[in-house]
Nanobody, 124 residues
Framework: EVQLVQSGGGLVQVGGSLSLSCAASGFPFNDYTIGWFRQVPGKEREGVSCISRTDGSTWYSDTVKGRFTISSDNAKNTVYLQMTSLKPEDTAVYYC?????????????????WGQGTQVTVSS
């Protein structure tokens, strides 16, 4: 059974930090790209960051570049999103997704599998 299980997130003040995890199972993790997306009510899901498990390349949206860091742990089949210098506009439900092949793809419609989502709230 394919699973992406998310953990982390929560409530933080402006300028604070949070970390999200996405643990994958049931598919060849190293062949996929893992992406982080976020969504607020009434808006489309937007790409935040991606990492290719085949060559390690990464992508960040302009809104988070320099503040967020994506990484992966091969032994744990887990991808992390470290978020720093958080802003109120980072408030959203964050989702991790997986797509084959393992190239950088930033459009959520193309992703094959999704985590359950986790709320990140940045208070001012």
């Amino acid at each position: 059974e394919v699973q992406l299980v998310q953990s982390g997130g929560g409530l933080v003040q402006v300028g604070g930090s949070l970390s999200l995890s996405c643990a994958a199972s049931g598919f060849p993790f190293n062949d996929y790209t893992i992406g982080w997306f976020r969504q607020v009510p009434g808006k489309e899901r937007e790409g935040v960051s991606c990492i290719s498990r085949t060559d390690g390349s990464t992508w960040y949206s302009d809104t988070v570049k320099g503040r967020f860091t994506i990484s992966s742990d091969n032994a744990k089949n887990t991808v992390y999103l470290q978020m720093t210098s958080l802003k109120p506009e980072d408030t959203a439900v964050y989702y991790c997704g997986a797509i084959l092949p393992g190239v950088i793809i930033t459009t959520p419609e193309q992703y094959d599998y999704w985590g359950q989502g986790t709320q990140v709230t940045v208070s001012s």
